[in-house]
């Protein structure tokens, strides 16, 4: 299997949809690709926090920082902060409500 066909099954393996013979394929790859292997650590990473937080409400305008960091919790494993202590750090940069 190329670096492309795996592209498209990673979601696929993610959610257990793959037939036995093309699971062993794919992860067959991935136990030999570095490229594809953190291709699919970095989507596992993003669903998982994606499902763990899909009820947080998110407010316009965060500061492109944030952002940037956010997005390189999601995607960098050697980053030393998570997702949701990005999100819960930039909460403190917001004025109270009211």
Known sequence: M????IDELLSDLL???LADGVRAGV???LASCARCEGGYRALRRTVRFVRAHANTQ???GT?????RNFTRAIVDDEYDRTPIQVLVESLGDL????
């Open 2 to 5: 190329t670096c492309d066909q």
């Open 15 to 17: 959610d257990d949809e």
């Open 27 to 29: 992860e067959a790859h």
């Open 58 to 60: 998110f407010t316009a």
């Open 63 to 67: 500061a492109g920082d944030d952002y």
């Open 95 to 98: 004025p109270p409500p009211g």
